[in-house]
């Protein structure tokens, strides 16, 4: 059974930055995997904010684009989100979530393992 546990979130200020992690286990070694993250803000969708593929091909939300940066580490089965310049608006619950496959996407819909969520709070 695939597993992904979260780390990395926390408080910070305006112009900070943080970085999440996420692990995954129960993949079978060399298996195709896309991976991604997501984030909830409180009375909002679920947005898609950046993936990466397979073979590296990364992808971005517009709202995140130039700040944020996805990263994995194959050996490891793990992901990271390098988040930078941070805004009161990036304040969610960041989740990541895995997805079988050669396919980049950033809809929901996409993604059959996901992480428990983990809060980024921006103060100004």
């Known amino acids: 059974q695939v597993q992904l546990v979260e780390s990395g979130g926390g408080s910070v200020q305006t112009g900070g930055s943080l970085r999440l992690s996420c692990t995954a286990s129960?993949?079978?070694?060399?298996?195709?995997?896309?991976m991604a993250w997501f984030r909830q803000g409180s009375g909002k969708e679920r947005e898609g904010i950046a993936g990466i593929s397979t073979l590296g091909r990364e992808t971005y939300a517009e709202s995140v684009k130039g700040r944020f940066t996805i990263s994995r580490d194959d050996v490891k089965n793990s992901w990271d989100l390098q988040m930078n310049n941070l805004k009161p608006e990036d304040t969610a619950i960041y989740y990541c979530?895995?997805?079988?496959?050669?396919?980049?996407?950033?809809?929901?819909?996409?993604?059959?393992?996901w992480g428990q969520g983990t809060q980024v709070t921006v103060s100004p």
């Open positions: 979530a895995a997805a079988d496959g050669w396919d980049l996407s950033l809809s929901p819909a996409h993604y059959i393992y």
């Open positions: 129960g993949y079978t070694p060399g298996s195709n995997i896309c």
